[in-house]
């Protein structure tokens, strides 16, 4: 019976076989002559972009190099020549890896490749994968391996709008397909399996992934014995050139449909091959007026500014994106002088260090988890803290760390406010370990910074913003703090429809509340004081209520702004680049300027745009409700305090000592006397009659008997310094702190190998 069952199974499949293979019929050639344009709207409704240009050039297998034949076939199908058009084996096998979770895969010939590209739609259904099986069966029989080979070749898929190799070569490389090497012809192999993510010019983080392919296909070209291992040693991956595009994406619409596609295909709203069959119209949530005031704010600010005759000039890169901190929407974003002369977008490109302006995410932190110092003080923006440059944080257990401040500045003991405003690394290092490096990092990824981005570890240097977020990134998680700590995950679109007819339904979105109201409300509180006193006082041209923080990536590749009002969250980005081999170049001379700060060019971006942005809207005052005792503004310096704490929070009492003024029993720290000196005020049994004014100290007298000093170049100014852009002058009559010092703080810089 056994035996019996078997032979009318076999006989069964035999029979369904013969059966299949009789009815499904080789069908005509699925061309692109009918592939749509997708059309792209602004929120308005008008017109900002049609794609669905086909570029693609066939040509004979004898036209492409024979290196490159052997890298597709490395890269796809080794056996090519020698096996079936199918492989039921491999078939079984990928359908058990997807199927047990250890991802999805084709487990496709070459032959079935072609005909799913040449003769069938790319829908991954049973059905089509039936007519697969029995057409490449049938296909391998009427015509010959080279025959498909060259289909395959002509038919495939590399990205950049390149259908086949001729084009991809064209693309990349600006050669022919015979002329490709075995380099180039491997990174074009490699393409095939993830054109979109491989290139290397529109996502940058993602090189390290597409080298690995490019290895695994030199690799295999050498195991198949079609490459030497002395020329397979001595290969370095070839850069391929930026995207040359039609005019029709020129401007910003190329960065913006690259961006808007990837938003449809990474929130799985339409897959990458519907939208290269084309047929959607798209409204995306920018507006016109401010993408236009956008541009013309980098150009003022900024591009107009560069000369052809300044090496470093050649290097200048921008970024910038504006989201609606109410609704999450993404109404203006800019990703760079011209798309069809700089491919890669800055608006979304992961690759930067975000510096300084990551800062904002600690103290969120900090309130949201209640911390408190290596003493147990609570931390708030009047919480003193040590900010001696190269200090060794305390309470790490991972080792040695001290930070660099940016000139190697010391500031001894200095309020959180302060610290910020002058966006001090010292102190931020060590709240990043007062609070806990994955607390933070946590923070950071609940208020919109992706948790896979580069380098963001639960180090006390995660404070320095070593991470390399986007700009799109930080705007989402800056618009976070601005609706008082509720994040709304960003959206670039409004509606979307098939066919004019079938609307395509959209992911529904949801608010969490990310950290604390007081917790985002109090960050708010800080940033203000960076625009009023701080590295960012270029801001204030907007001629609104503002809050934000400065930026610098590690030897200066890279200098931010990123900030907001009640109504608009907004991030600029100045980067480094070589425009011929991508690498990351210091921006030292840049604008004919010693260095180029986060309260320069992109602070002063920053202030244009959302000025003309918010042009005819009423100004609205930030809305906060502050952690307790944050209203009072402490004394931006203490003369004496215990190393890595610092200090008493709102007014209250530590010890014996008091930082806002109050009377206690053994003196009085600022405004009274101590250790023999007086830094301001009348003391009188306690008591105090001196005042301070956005970081000015008018000079008393004391009737204590009591010695004075004078110290030039402080860090908060005084009653006859300034503060502009960050740089601090002056002179405090009768401070404590011994010694004379003379000298300027600029910005938000970083020293040498650190990120400030």
């Known amino acids: 019976m056994v035996l019996g069952t078997f032979v009318l199974g076999v006989l069964l499949l035999i029979g369904l076989f013969f059966l299949g293979y009789s009815m499904v019929k080789i069908p005509a050639a699925n061309t692109f002559a009918t592939k749509q344009s997708n059309v792209y709207l602004y929120a308005d409704g008008s017109q900002l972009a049609r794609d669905g240009e086909v570029n693609r050039e066939n040509v004979d297998l004898s036209q492409v190099s024979v290196d490159a034949q052997h890298a597709v076939l490395a890269a796809e199908d080794r056996d090519f020549y020698t096996e079936s058009a199918v492989d039921p084996k491999a078939m079984l096998r990928a359908a058990w890896n997807t199927a047990t979770g250890k991802g999805t895969q084709s487990g496709s010939t070459i032959t079935q490749q072609y005909v799913k590209n040449y003769y069938l739609a790319q829908e991954q259904t049973v059905t089509r994968k039936v007519k697969e099986f029995f057409i490449s069966i049938k296909l391998d029989r009427s015509e010959s391996k080279d025959q498909i080979l060259e289909g395959y070749l002509n038919t495939s898929y590399f990205g950049r709008n390149a259908y086949g190799i001729q084009a991809a070569a064209q693309a990349y490389y600006g050669m022919d397909a015979v002329d490709l090497d075995p380099a180039r012809a491997a990174y074009l192999a490699a393409l095939v399996n993830a054109p979109s993510e491989y290139d290397v010019v529109a996502h940058p983080e993602n090189k390290a992934s597409a080298v690995a392919r490019w290895n695994y296909v030199l690799d295999g070209m050498v195991k198949k014995g079609w490459l030497s291992e002395s ?70 600010k900024l591009m107009s500014k560069l000369s052809k005759n300044n090496k470093v000039d050649n290097y200048v890169r921008a970024g910038g994106a504006s989201v609606d901190p109410k609704t999450g929407k993404v109404v203006a974003m800019y990703g760079g002088i011209d798309y069809v002369k700089q491919y ?57 760390y001290a930070p660099e401040n940016e000139d190697e500045k010391s500031y001894g003991q200095i309020t959180v406010r302060k610290a910020t405003d002058l966006s001090v690394n010292s102190v931020y290092a060590q709240m990043a370990v007062d609070v806990g490096p994955s607390k933070v990092k946590q923070t950071a990824v609940d208020l919109g910074i992706p948790a896979d981005t580069k380098d963001l570890q639960p180090y006390p240097s995660i404070a320095l913003g070593t991470a390399t977020a986007s700009v799109l990134d930080m705007a989402e998680a800056y618009a976070t ?276």
């Not at 596609?261 to 519907?274: F, M, P, Q």
């Not at 309130?367 to 708030?380: E, H, L």
């Not at 066919?499 to 109201?517: C, F, M, Y």
């Open 344 to 400: 890669t977008n800055g608006a979304t490109r992961g690759d930067f260090q975000v510096g300084s302006t990551f800062k904002p995410f600690v103290f969120a932190s900090a309130v949201d988890n209640g911390s408190t110092t290596q003493s147990g003080q609570t931390i708030t923006p009047n919480t003193y803290y040590d900010g001696t440059n190269k200090r060794t944080v305390q309470g790490w257990s991972g080792g040695a």
């Open 231 to 300: 020329k397979r040693a001595a290969m370095k991956f070839p850069m391929p050139k930026e995207q040359t595009v039609s005019t029709g994406m020129s401007g910003q619409r190329g960065y913006i449909v690259n961006a808007v596609n990837d938003y449809l295909i990474k929130n799985k709203i339409v897959d990458s091959d519907a939208l290269e069959a084309g047929g959607y119209r798209i409204t995306t949530t920018l507006q016109k007026s401010r993408q236009n005031a956008f541009v013309k704010a980098v150009d003022d």
């Open 481 to 756: 703090l601005a609706n008082h700590g509720k994040h709304g995950t960003y959206t670039m679109v409004d509606k979307i429809t098939k066919d004019g007819t079938e609307e395509i339904k959209l992911p529904e979105s949801k608010t969490t509340q990310a950290v604390s109201r007081q917790a985002a409300d109090t960050t708010t509180s800080i940033l203000q004081s960076v625009v009023d006193n701080g590295t960012a006082t270029a801001a204030q041209a907007a001629g609104r209520p503002a809050a934000g923080k400065t930026g610098t990536a590690e030897e200066d590749t890279a200098a931010w702004f990123a900030g907001y009002t009640p109504d608009l969250s907004t991030v600029v980005s100045v980067m480094g680049q070589d425009p011929v081999t991508a690498a990351h170049k210091s921006l030292y001379g840049a604008l004919g300027l010693e260095r180029i700060n986060g309260g320069g060019a992109p602070t002063e971006i920053w202030a244009q745009y959302t000025k003309d942005a918010l042009k005819g809207t009423t100004a609205s005052d930030f809305d906060l409700d502050l952690q307790a005792g944050a209203e009072t503004v402490a004394p931006p310096t203490q003369n004496t305090a215990t190393p890595g704490t610092g200090g008493q929070d709102n007014g209250g009492t530590t010890g014996e000592n008091q930082d806002n003024g109050g009377t206690t029993d053994g003196g009085q720290d600022n405004g009274g006397t101590t250790d023999g000196s007086t830094t301001a005020g009348t003391t009188d049994g306690g008591t105090t009659d001196g005042s301070t004014t956005d970081g000015s100290t008018t000079a008393g007298t004391t009737t204590s008997g009591t010695d004075s000093g004078t110290t030039s170049g402080t860090d908060s100014g005084t009653s006859t310094g300034t503060t502009t852009d960050g740089t601090s002058t002056g002179t405090t009559a009768g401070t404590g702190d011994a010694g004379t010092t003379t000298g300027t703080t600029a910005g938000d810089g970083g020293g040498f190998g650190f990120v400030q």
